[in-house]
Every structure is written in C-alpha cells, then in structure tokens.
C-alpha cells in the first residue's frame, strides 16, 4: 500500500481556500492501492470537511494540528498529551470579558473564511473549538455588516493579554500573526513527523510519501518520498524525490500521478 501524505494550504488548496484544479475527478480514477492522508497543522475535523468538499475525499486516516492529532480507523489520538486546554481558555475568555468584546467558539478559520457576520462594530474573541492539542483564536473588530476585519489596535491589545497568561506546560506561543489578526499556540517539539511515526506503526508494511510546500512538511526519515509542487520552499524542493512544475492543485495531480507510475513494494 502507498500511504501519501498530503499537505493542504498551498498544495490542496490556495490563499483563496479553492482548488486550482479538477483534483476531484482525478481523485475518482485513482488505484485502491493507494490512500490519500491529509497531514496539515489544521484541526482534523476541519481537515477532513476540507478535504471531503474540496476533493470529494473521504478518509478515516488524518493528522492534525501540525502532528499533535491523529484520526486513525475512527479513533483520535493526543500525541503530544498536552493538558490543561480548557483551563486556559476559561482563564482567556475571562480576561477578555472584562474589555467588553464578543467571545464566540466554534470553527472560527471556516467562519472567517465564509465570511460569517456577527454583532456589528464590536471587538470580537473568535476561538478555534476544533483544537484538542493546540490554541488558536482571532482577535479582530466586526465592520458595520458584522463581518470579522482585521484592527491593529485591538490585535496588540489582544496580545498582550495574552502574553499575561500562563500558558499549559507544553505549549508555546510563536505564532501573533497581525496579519491574519490570529494567535496560534503549537505543541512543544512536535512535528508533522510525529503524526507519521505514529501512522508507521499501524501500517508497517506501507510505502509513505509526503506532497508538501513547506519546510514543515519534510518528514523526519529517509523512508517517506517527498513530492514537491512548484510553489513549494527551497529546502522541501531539495529532498524531494521529484518536483512538479505545476503550482498547488495541478501540482498535487502532477505529484499523485508520478506516485500512480512507481513500481509497488513487494
């Protein structure tokens, strides 16, 4: 069995949340031989939604949360076992109470991005309830029609309220991204790595690749063969065993059906 690994912000998907090709009916054509795993630093569940609407993909195999999640045969495993989550958001929501803004919970990335409308010209809290190992939250202010825009102001606010909160033992706060107006807090140490390990063990016997564009799509073992779309890093593009001229989606295709061609390990 070929095990492909397979990255989504810039290699299912673009800025624009869409595929930049037909990926679905490629999909539909390809060998039973071989079976697609999402692996992103996205939720699972909202991995797997994405994956199901963008690529007509279902699959009980995921890693999430940039390793720290994995789905396998239905079942969801903590790999980096961090606690302490819900403590910490009861302590951030209190925080943030106290400065007369909205806080809502649910699957903020897929409200932002369907721009989702809310009570007009208010500061807004908008946590991520899909996360079970990591934090992720927008802080930005809703215009006239309610929709989530970004505000400098209130972003730094947010920040540093943020930073005044202890954080749970294993967990670190890297990414303040003003740019998007969200704060993303990473499981110390782990790595999309850590969510194949894991999938290694269950199927020994599997030949594993991984289609990335980024540095943190290489996979920590000379086993797994990387493939590269064109819009992927420097240093993913150097270990890659080959490397599509086909950006995003038409790169995954490119990458997929060089896959479809390698001789099956006996």
Same mark, same amino acid.
């Given at each position: 069995?070929?095990?492909?690994?397979?990255? &989504?912000?810039?290699?299912?998907?673009?800025?624009?949340?869409?595929?930049?090709?037909?990926?679905?009916? /490629?999909?539909?054509?390809?060998?039973?031989?071989?079976?697609?795993?999402?692996?992103?630093?996205? =939720?699972?569940?909202?991995?797997?939604?994405? /994956?199901?609407? $963008?690529?007509?993909?279902?699959?009980?195999?995921?890693?999430?949360?940039?390793?720290?999640?994995?789905?396998? !045969? !239905?079942?969801?495993?903590?790999?980096?076992?961090?606690? #302490?989550?819900?403590?910490?958001?009861?302590? $951030? @929501? @209190?925080? *943030?109470?106290?400065?007369?803004?909205?806080?809502?919970?649910?699957?903020?990335?897929? +409200?932002?991005?369907?721009?989702?409308?809310?009570?007009?010209? @208010?500061?807004?809290?908008?946590?991520?309830?899909?996360?079970?190992?990591?934090?992720?939250?927008?802080?930005?202010?809703?215009?006239?029609?309610?929709?989530?825009?970004?505000?400098?102001? +209130?972003?730094?606010?947010?920040?540093?309220?943020?930073?005044?909160?202890?954080? =749970?033992? #294993?967990?670190?706060?890297?990414? /303040?991204?003003?740019?998007?107006?969200?704060?993303?807090?990473?499981?110390? #140490?782990?790595?999309?790595?850590? #969510?194949?390990?894991? $999938? @290694?063990?269950?199927?020994?016997?599997?030949? *594993?690749?991984?289609?990335?564009?980024?540095?943190?799509?290489?996979?920590?073992?000379?086993?797994?063969?990387?493939?590269?779309?064109?819009?992927?890093?420097?240093? *993913?593009?150097?270990?890659?065993?080959?490397?599509?001229?086909?950006?995003?989606?038409?790169?995954?295709?490119?990458? $997929? &059906? +060089?896959?479809?061609?390698?001789? =099956?390990?006996?």
């Amino acid at each position: 069995m070929k095990m492909v690994m397979v990255d &989504q912000d810039g290699v299912l998907m673009g800025r624009n949340y869409q595929t930049t090709a037909d990926v679905k009916s /490629f999909l539909q054509g390809l060998p039973k031989e071989i079976k697609i795993i999402p692996n992103s630093d996205t =939720p699972v569940k909202r991995i797997s939604n994405n /994956f199901e609407v $963008l690529a007509g993909l279902q699959t009980d195999v995921v890693i999430g949360e940039k390793g720290a999640v994995v789905l396998c !045969g !239905g079942r969801i495993s903590l790999i980096s076992n961090i606690q #302490g989550i819900g403590d910490y958001l009861k302590r $951030l @929501r @209190r925080a *943030f109470s106290n400065l007369d803004c909205d806080i809502v919970t649910g699957d903020s990335a897929t +409200w932002i991005r369907e721009g989702k409308r809310f009570a007009s010209n @208010r500061r807004m809290l908008i946590i991520d309830g899909l996360r079970k190992q990591t934090i992720g939250f927008y802080i930005r202010t809703t215009n006239s029609d309610g929709v989530a825009c970004l505000d400098d102001l +209130w972003f730094n606010a947010g920040v540093a309220i943020t930073k005044s909160i202890p954080l =749970p033992t #294993g967990l670190e706060a890297k990414d /303040f991204n003003a740019k998007y107006g969200i704060i993303i807090m990473n499981a110390i #140490g782990v790595s999309k790595t850590d #969510g194949y390990r894991f $999938l @290694r063990q269950k199927y020994p016997g599997a030949v *594993f690749y991984m289609i990335g564009d980024g540095d943190m799509d290489i996979i920590d073992d000379p086993n797994v063969i990387h493939c590269a779309v064109a819009n992927a890093s420097t240093n *993913f593009k150097k270990i890659a065993r080959f490397v599509s001229d086909k950006e995003i989606t038409a790169g995954l295709i490119d990458c $997929l &059906q +060089w896959i479809v061609k390698q001789r =099956p390990v006996s």
